[in-house]
């Protein structure tokens, strides 16, 4: 079992930066994958980022590559979305999630925070 809680979200102009935090509860957190994904009013969920169990692979949508970096420590048993360059477009409820399978499907993560919200002005 795996809990997950995202912190670190807010209101921010366009070009700023915000970094999310999700801490987790649980033994097995280092041996799970994480995925951000976010929800905009209107549009489906999509995924934005992942990073593998040991933290030597990561991914990201097409999107936020080179804005948008994910990072992990294990030790801390806490996983960061590091955003940059915040656009307009990006405002959405993030969700991290844990799941045993690396991957940018929403359907191989067993567990989900209850998300943050970003806002970028213009």
């Known amino acids: 079992q795996v809990q997950l809680v995202e912190s670190g979200g807010g209101l921010v102009q366009a070009g700023g930066s915000l970094r999310l935090s999700c801490p987790a509860s649980g033994r097995t957190f280092n041996k799970h994958a994480i995925g951000w994904f976010r929800h905009a009013p209107g549009q489906e969920r999509e995924f934005v980022a992942a990073?593998?169990?040991?933290?030597?692979?990561?991914y990201y949508t097409d999107s936020v590559k080179g804005r948008f970096t994910t990072s992990r420590d294990n030790a801390k048993n806490t996983v960061y979305l590091q955003m940059n360059s915040l656009k307009p477009e990006d405002t959405a409820v993030y969700y991290c999630?844990?799941?045993?399978?690396?991957?940018?499907?929403?359907?191989?993560?067993?567990?989900w925070g209850q998300g943050t919200q970003v806002t970028v002005s213009s």
């Open positions: 999630a844990a799941g045993l399978l690396y991957s940018g499907d929403s359907r191989s993560y067993d567990y």
């Open positions: 990073i593998s169990w040991t933290g030597g692979s990561e």
